[in-house]
């Protein structure tokens, strides 16, 4: 199976560095969060309390959500556009008022079941290379230990608290929001405690993951390492197909 899986906690450079090291290999990237996020932005559409953990794992069930590459006129910066059902939500998902809850939302076991199952899936497929690329890179927080925890190389990346807020707040600001420091990183605290306190798929290493500190290192470097290792584990090497379009999960998405 060729599979990577990159674990970690908030802004700890998770997507950007898996999607430079998909793009590399021509392997599928897929971040899992955003699966999660989707969730939580519909039950604030619904007006259902995070606390209402029926209703919430219930509209995880529900939720037609789909996934896949950027049309070519979609050039804003996003690496997947992701939509429930006709409704592009892409950059609705990384507001603040999900992030809020979102850790709520996935620490619900029925949301991490539903979830967890169709990452798989996907995952198994890419893997192997059913989906035409020649496997798949998948980032979250339990990707190693639970979603696939099979996959031949594991990569869990980490950096202070302080840093992964800095950057966070770069990407806020970036996008032409407001936002403030200090607050996103409390925000930031406060999800990593309820990511690695709940009790079913709590954010941790797999035991059998490779830990790269990425504060102080570029970008360039952490995916270096990372295609270092791939080589030698999986015995893969730069893609010489280039970038293509392609459906991550066909065209009907993944529901
Ligand atoms: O981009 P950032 O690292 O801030 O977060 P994300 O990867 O988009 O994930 C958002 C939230 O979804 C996390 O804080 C986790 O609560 C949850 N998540 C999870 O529980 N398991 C995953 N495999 C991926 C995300």
Redesign the pocket.
């Known amino acids: 199976m060729n599979a990577i899986a990159i674990d970690g906690p908030?802004?700890?450079g998770?997507?950007t560095v898996g999607f430079q090291v998909g793009r590399s290999l021509d392997f599928v990237f897929f971040?899992?969060?955003?699966m999660?996020?989707a969730v939580a932005w519909a039950i604030l559409e619904q007006g259902i309390s995070s606390a209402d953990s029926v209703s919430v794992g219930r509209v995880a069930g529900e939720l037609p959500i789909s996934v896949s590459a950027p049309r070519r006129d979609e050039s804003d910066g996003r690496q997947a556009t992701i939509q429930v059902g006709e409704l592009d939500i892409t950059w609705s998902i990384r507001s603040s008022q999900v992030d809020s809850i979102?850790?709520v939302v996935?620490a619900n076991s029925q949301v991490r079941q539903e979830l967890s199952r169709k990452q798989r899936l996907i995952g198994l497929k890419h893997g192997s290379g059913a989906g035409g690329k020649s496997g798949v890179v998948m980032?979250?927080?339990?990707?190693g230990t639970v979603?696939l925890p099979e996959a031949p190389l594991k990569i869990y990346l980490e950096a202070p608290l302080e840093e992964r807020s800095r950057r966070?707040y770069r990407e806020i600001t970036e996008r032409g929001k407001a936002a403030d420091l200090s607050t996103v990183l409390d925000d930031m605290r406060l999800?990593d405690q309820?990511?690695s306190e709940r009790a079913v798929a709590p954010l941790r290493p797999a035991a059998d993951a490779h830990r790269i500190q990425t504060q102080g290192i570029t970008v360039q470097e952490v995916v270096g390492r990372i295609l270092a290792l791939a080589a030698d584990v999986l015995g893969a090497g730069p893609a010489s197909t280039g970038d293509k379009d392609f459906p991550l999960e066909g065209s009907q998405g993944i529901q």
């Open positions: 908030a802004a700890s998770k997507s971040d899992t969060g955003v999660y996020r979102v850790s996935a980032a979250g927080r339990d990707i979603v966070r999800r309820v990511d």
